[in-house]
């Protein structure tokens, strides 16, 4: 899938959110939107009736508990059941715009090598928004160069056929959060796109209100924001910040899901 255009819709105001039409060579959707999660177009599965999920945007979430990512960063194992149940997750959702998600505890922090095998586990799967984790570095420096490295590295592998859409926690500093989604949004000019999606993890909305607001008053930039890990009940707040939003149901992609 790749994003072709993003425009919005009708006019802003100083409460309310935005309308975005998002184009892709798969077609057309609009946000907010919240995503179908693989959890769920598993349900319809066990469901006797027929029909489809008619949704334009699916979500495939990964828990990564502590042990699980420790197997996963050391044996070619862990990568490959995690592959084999991507790629039958991703086949049920094939009629949607797939992106991936991997959910770890909010201590964990990621070393940017760590990346490559998260990557490659997106590339090798098809996944169309290929999630770049938050990750440890020491200077902004280094967080600017290796994010760009590993954007162009996924459209590079896939031809442009895949977006890279790194990801923000909402829970950071608002001083560091604002400067990386800086960073970001300059990377997201028209005409020469290094990134048309970024992604945030959901934090509590009232420990974490300035965050949120400087979303909302840059809700004129042409960029597709995605939060994953919503509770449910916060979904009509993000979508001031025309968030395409996801709710808390996951699937485990263990070895042994239970």
């Not at 008619?54 to 995690?82: M, T, W």
């Not at 997750?89 to 922090?109: C, G, R, T």
């Not at 095998?117 to 160069?145: D, R």
């Amino acid at each position: 899938m790749t994003i072709k255009k993003i425009e919005p819709e009708g006019d802003f105001d100083n409460f309310g959110g935005r309308c975005l039409k998002v184009k892709t060579d798969k077609g057309t959707f609009y946000t907010p939107e919240r995503r179908v999660t693989s959890t769920e177009f598993e349900y319809k599965q066990q469901l006797p009736v027929r029909g489809t999920i008619d949704n334009p945007v699916g979500e495939i979430v990964s828990d990564f508990r502590e042990n699980e990512l420790n197997q996963f960063l050391a044996g070619n194992g862990p990568f490959k059941n995690r592959k084999m149940r991507i790629e039958s997750l991703a086949d049920v959702m094939e009629y949607s715009n797939i992106s991936f998600y991997p959910q770890f505890k909010k201590n964990v922090s990621l070393k940017s090598g760590d990346l490559f095998l998260f990557t490659e586990l997106q590339l090798y799967t098809g996944v169309e928004m290929v999630s770049i984790p938050p990750f440890y570095h020491n200077t902004f420096e280094e967080y600017m160069k290796v994010l760009v490295d590993y954007c162009n590295g996924i459209r590079d592998s896939s031809s442009n056929r895949q977006e890279p859409i790194p990801y923000l926690d909402i829970g950071l500093p608002p001083s560091e959060f604002k400067k990386k989604a800086d960073f970001i949004w300059s990377s997201c000019k028209e005409g020469n796109e290094l990134v048309n999606a970024i992604g945030v993890i959901y934090r509590p909305i009232s420990s974490n209100i300035i965050n949120y607001y400087y979303l909302h008053s840059n809700r004129d930039r042409n960029i597709l924001i995605h939060a994953s890990g919503v509770e449910r009940i916060h979904f009509i707040f993000l979508a001031r910040c025309s968030f395409s939003a996801v709710t808390v149901f996951t699937v485990s992609l263990s070895p042994n899901p239970s």
